[in-house]
């Protein structure tokens, strides 16, 4: 099994920064891209960000510019800096890894931004 934890969410103002961090342990072997979705309230899971083992990045239009992930790769670990943060970026926040063929995810964590 995989396991993901996640860390670094809570509650900034508008405008503010948040790290948030993912270390994926257990059976990873075979681990390959890595991303971070968000789910606000009410609304569908959306991708965020994405990383391959490779370090190639993609990114959702409403976060470009704003938003860096990455990894490394020796830890197993998958990072997103938010920056100019906007309430609209309220969200839980999952961590996302493939694993061979299989999909495993985080727990999530509470992002709160306040206006």
């Known amino acids: 099994q995989v396991q993901l934890v996640e860390s670094g969410g809570g509650l900034v103002q508008g405008g503010g920064s948040l790290r948030l961090s993912c270390e994926a342990s257990?059976?990873?072997?075979?681990?390959?891209?890595m991303a971070w979705y968000r789910q606000a309230p009410g609304k569908q899971r959306e991708l965020v960000a994405t990383i391959t083992s490779g370090g190639k990045t993609n990114y959702a239009d409403s976060v470009k510019g704003r938003f860096t992930i990455s990894r490394d790769n020796a830890k197993n670990t998958v990072s997103l800096q938010m920056n100019s943060l906007k309430p609209e970026d309220t969200a839980v926040y999952y961590c996302?890894?493939?694993?061979?063929?299989?999909?495993?995810w985080g727990q999530g964590t509470q992002v709160t931004v306040s206006s």
């Open positions: 257990g059976r990873i072997f075979g681990l390959n891209d």
């Open positions: 996302y890894a493939r694993v061979f063929r299989s999909d495993y």
